[in-house]
């Protein structure tokens, strides 16, 4: 009820401001967030969405994704992104937001991209979201194309925005930036809200860790190394209190750095810990570091939705991620569990109608490609 009686003050507020079309269907489309698989007024008004598996070759490469259709003429495309899950593009959270975002009037590409699937975070995740951008660019003849893009899956997304200059604009969810400060805010809980500011504490979410020993495990050298690595993570995530001793003791030297950084609790001491890594995962780290990019060239636009409550990635990283790109739009809730797009207190829904206007207001731009694209 308390959910309720927030979404219809939102809309209240829309209402007497005069505010845009966008404005008014913003509050619709967050009631329909939170209301998932079910019931909801938008769900009344707007037609069923068809969702239809697509395959598409880019530059010789296959990808395979579902494409969900609007029941009228879709305004704008996107590619959602997933997180790193097992169940992917099938995810049931992902799939309602989809669907959501359809009703919208978004022509939404959900690709399927394997190593997210296999809880594995690399630089090269961004060749598929670029893929998938080139393909509705070529093949739907949507006026304009965003990404959108939740935890893990948002430093590829952006990526692909640098390399893919006609994607319009770029909406992210718990987004990490400077991953320096996100394997300290892993590892000791520690994160600040800037360089050189104090140290600020609170107990992270030991999934964040135990996702990134699981995947950069296959970027040692050793085979036991990664065996027993991958088994850590494993075994970690399914039972997060379950002693590692029997496995940890087989690690050769370049497993044992990994450990070292995961046994530290000095925020300090962190970029010496990574700097000893073994050499692939250093330059897997280094490719993925959006905090390392040059994001002055960024021309697409930035909605940046992040909760100050956050225990995976800190809130602090999607500020610094908005002070380094030249067009962003940082959306701070207090209550956001990381990447759960529900309304919840007034002010946190007001503000997250807000950034679903935003959004709305992306698809009603229909920016132009550039000529020849």
Not at 86 to 113: M, N, Q, S, W, Y
Request: net charge neutral; glycine share 8%.
């Amino acid at each position: 009820m308390r959910r309720i009686v927030a979404v219809l003050i939102i809309l209240t507020l829309a209402a007497l401001a005069s505010c845009s079309r966008s404005g008014i269907e913003a509050g619709l489309v967050l009631a329909d967030l939170g209301a998932g698989h079910g019931d909801s007024l938008y769900k009344r008004l707007t037609p069923r969405p068809e969702r239809r598996p697509v395959e598409w070759t880019v530059g010789g490469s296959l990808r395979r994704g579902d494409l969900y259709l609007p029941g009228e003429a879709a305004e704008a495309g996107l590619v959602l992104v997933p997180g790193a899950a097992r169940e992917g593009k099938d995810h049931p959270l992902l799939v309602a937001l989809a669907e959501t975002l359809a009703r919208a009037r978004f022509e939404v590409l959900v690709p399927d991209i394997p190593t997210l699937r296999a809880l594995e975070v690399a630089e090269a995740d961004r060749e598929p979201i670029a893929d998938g951008v080139r393909w509705l660019q070529a093949e739907r003849g949507l006026p304009s194309i965003g990404i959108a893009a939740i935890s893990y899956g948002a430093a590829p997304a952006v990526l692909a925005a640098l390399e893919e200059p006609s994607v319009a604009f770029v909406v992210t969810v718990g987004a990490p930036y400077d991953l320096t400060e996100l394997l300290t805010f892993f590892t000791t809980g520690h994160y600040r809200e800037g360089p050189g500011r104090p140290w600020l504490r609170k107990d992270p979410n030991a999934y964040g860790k135990w996702v990134f020993v699981l995947s950069n495990a296959r970027r040692l050298e050793d085979s036991a190394d990664r065996a027993l690595l991958a088994a850590i993570a494993e075994r970690k995530l399914a039972h997060p209190d379950t002693p590692i001793d029997d496995l940890r003791a087989g690690l050769t030297p370049q497993g044992r750095a990994v450990m070292a950084l995961l046994d530290n609790a000095d925020p300090d001491r962190v970029p010496a810990l990574i700097a000893a890594l073994p050499p692939r995962i250093g330059a897997e780290i280094a490719a993925l570091d959006l905090a390392r990019r040059d994001l002055s060239r960024l021309a697409a636009r930035l909605i940046l939705v992040h909760g100050r409550d956050d225990r995976i990635v800190p809130w602090t990283e999607a500020r610094a991620l908005a002070a380094a790109a030249p067009q962003a739009r940082l959306v701070l809730l207090d209550n956001l569990a990381h990447a759960e797009l529900k309304p919840g207190a007034a002010a946190d829904t007001l503000a997250l109608w807000r950034g679903v206007a935003a959004l709305l207001d992306e698809r009603n731009r229909r920016t132009h490609y550039p000529s020849g694209g």
